[in-house]
């Protein structure tokens, strides 16, 4: 079975940090490129980070320096490290292969607020 599981959301004042997980599951996504995407309300779905079966990183421009990707191939799990976050950071996470599959999790909500 297909699926993908995204945690680690949650309300944070700006600065603040936030790790998300995302486990995936069958074989669909076992040998991708995984990315991190996110929507804000009104906006559409955008890719923030991508990290290959090897290890390379690509980073949107608005999060170059604070957002970490990493994978580990073993438990077929992404994780994304979020640092020094900005309230227009907030948004639905979601992961995906990139370019992305037609299966998406349910996503995780982050809201960096005071």
């Known amino acids: 079975q297909v699926q993908l599981v995204e945690s680690g959301g949650g309300l944070v004042q700006p600065g603040g940090s936030l790790r998300l997980s995302c486990a995936a599951s069958?074989?669909?996504?076992?040998?991708?490129?995984m990315g991190w995407y996110r929507q804000a309300p009104g906006k559409q779905r955008e890719l923030v980070a991508a990290?290959?079966?090897?290890?390379?990183?690509n980073y949107a421009d608005s999060v170059k320096g604070r957002f970490t990707i990493s994978r580990d191939n073993a438990k077929n799990t992404v994780y994304l490290q979020m640092n020094s976050l900005k309230p227009e950071d907030t948004a639905v996470y979601y992961c995906?292969?990139?370019?992305?599959?037609?299966?998406w999790g349910q996503g995780t909500q982050v809201t960096v607020s005071s």
């Open positions: 995906n292969a990139f370019p992305s599959t037609a299966y």
């Open positions: 990290i290959t079966i090897g290890g390379g990183t």
């Open positions: 069958g074989s669909t996504f076992r040998f991708k490129t």
